[in-house]
T-cell receptor, first 111, second 116 residues
Framework: GQNIDQPTEMTATEGAIVQINCTYQ??????LFWYQQHAGEAPTFLSY????GLEEKGRFSSFLSRSKGYSYLLLKELQMKDSASYLC????????????FGPGTRLSVLP | DAMVIQNPRYQVTQFGKPVTLSCSQT?????MYWYQQKSSQAPKLLFH???????NEADTPDNFQSRRPNTSFCFLDIRSPGLGDAAMYLC???????????????FGPGTRLLVL
């Protein structure tokens, strides 16, 4: 089966840096995705990793270590609008290449 | 703009009264998904279509059915909604999933279902 774990909640200050971790166990790993979801809205795509290493996209970066089953999303220069849930999702070849979502991390950015 | 559209955004139904949620897409993606998301939980995949091939998740209740009459449209039918079915229902699409390609899912805005 699949298992994805993330911290439930995090709090950070405007302008700071925050790292949201995700650990996963899956048998047919084929990519890890991070999504942002504001309350009452649909998830929106942030980043994708399939090879080990860091992918940087502006204020957001995502890291993957396949051997450790570990990823993190790094948010720099936090803004109030970054307050949202951040979902880690793994695509699994043994699950019809479907996505398995983690429980999400609710980030609160304080002034 | 190409997008995934869900109607209605909010749906109120009565206990046991059938309800249909709609999803359409202008992305011409061949895969469409329906997810159920309850408050503070991860989206849970109910089923997906790969073109016309229907794939049901093992733990999706029989109360939930789906139709995909063509590439652009997909419907979620809840035959006898219970109080526990109140949730956000998300439709998503993606292209063919090729090994190593960044084929993300594109989500619609969701339909929030309330069961009275």
């Amino acid at each position: 089966g699949q298992n994805i774990d993330q911290p439930t909640e995090m709090t950070a200050t405007e302008g700071a840096i925050v790292q949201i971790n995700c650990t996963y166990q899956t048998s047919g790993f084929n990519g890890l995705f991070w999504y942002q979801q504001h309350a009452g809205e649909a998830p929106t795509f942030l980043s994708y990793n399939v090879l080990d290493g860091l992918e940087e996209k502006g204020r957001f970066s995502s890291f993957l270590s396949r051997s450790k089953g570990y990823s993190y999303l790094l948010l720099k220069e936090l803004q109030m609008k970054d307050s949202a849930s951040y979902l880690c999702a793994v695509r699994d070849d043994n699950y019809g290449q479907n996505f398995v979502f983690g429980p999400g991390t609710r980030l609160s950015v304080l002034p | 703009d190409a997008m995934v559209i869900q109607n209605p955004r909010y749906q109120v139904t009565q206990f046991g009264k059938p309800v249909t949620l709609s999803c359409s897409q202008t992305l011409n993606h061949n895969v469409m998904y329906w997810y159920q998301q309850k408050s503070s939980q991860a989206p849970k995949l109910l089923f997906h279509y790969y073109d016309k091939d229907f794939n049901n998740e093992a733990d999706t209740p029989d109360n939930f059915q789906s139709r995909r009459p063509n590439t652009s449209f997909c419907f979620l039918d809840i035959r006898s909604p219970g109080l526990g079915d109140a949730a956000m229902y998300l439709c998503a699409t993606s292209r063919d999933q090729v090994q190593g390609w960044q084929e993300t899912q594109y989500f619609g805005p969701g339909t929030r279902l309330l069961v009275l």
